[in-house]
C-alpha cells in the first residue's frame, strides 16, 4: 500500500507565507502527477495546483500567482509555497497522486489525511 504524508500546515496571517510537503512512501513503479487540493467548511473540494512527473503545473485563477507547486522525483515528494496568504485560503489542504504499482497495468489513486491551513486577518 502506498501512503501520503502531508505537513507544513499551521496558523499564519494575512499576507504571510507557508510551504506544505507531501511524501509518497510504499512500493511505487512511478506517479503520474500529484497534486493539492483544498476544502473550507460548508463547500466542496477544489483543485489548487497539479503538476506531472515531466513538471507540467496548473492552477485556477484563484491561486495563480501566489501559490507554486514543485516536486522531488527521487523523494516522490510534492511541496505547495503558499504566498500573500488571505483568510479565503483558509481550508483542509489534501494531497492526492495517481500511482503506478506493478504488477498492475493501471494506475491507483491516493489522498493524505489533510492539513490544516488557517489564515486569520
Known amino acids: 500500500q502506498v501512503q501520503l504524508v502531508e505537513s507544513g500546515g499551521g496558523l499564519v496571517q494575512a499576507g504571510g507565507s507557508l510551504r506544505l510537503s507531501c511524501a509518497a512512501s510504499g512500493s511505487i513503479f512511478s506517479i503520474n502527477f500529484m497534486a493539492w487540493y483544498r476544502q473550507a467548511p460548508g463547500k466542496q473540494r477544489e483543485l489548487v495546483a497539479i503538476?506531472?512527473?515531466?513538471?507540467?503545473?496548473n492552477y485556477p485563477d484563484t491561486v495563480k500567482g501566489r501559490f507554486t507547486i514543485s516536486g522531488d522525483n527521487a523523494k516522490n515528494t510534492v511541496y505547495l509555497k503558499m504566498n500573500s496568504l488571505k483568510p479565503e485560503d483558509t481550508a483542509v489542504y489534501y494531497c492526492?497522486?495517481?500511482?503506478?504499482?506493478?504488477?498492475?497495468?493501471?494506475?491507483?489513486?491516493?489522498w493524505g489525511q489533510g492539513t490544516q491551513v488557517t489564515v486569520s486577518s
Open positions: 503538476i506531472t512527473s515531466g513538471g507540467s503545473t
Open positions: 492526492y497522486a495517481l500511482i503506478m504499482q506493478l504488477p498492475a497495468t493501471l494506475p491507483s489513486h491516493y
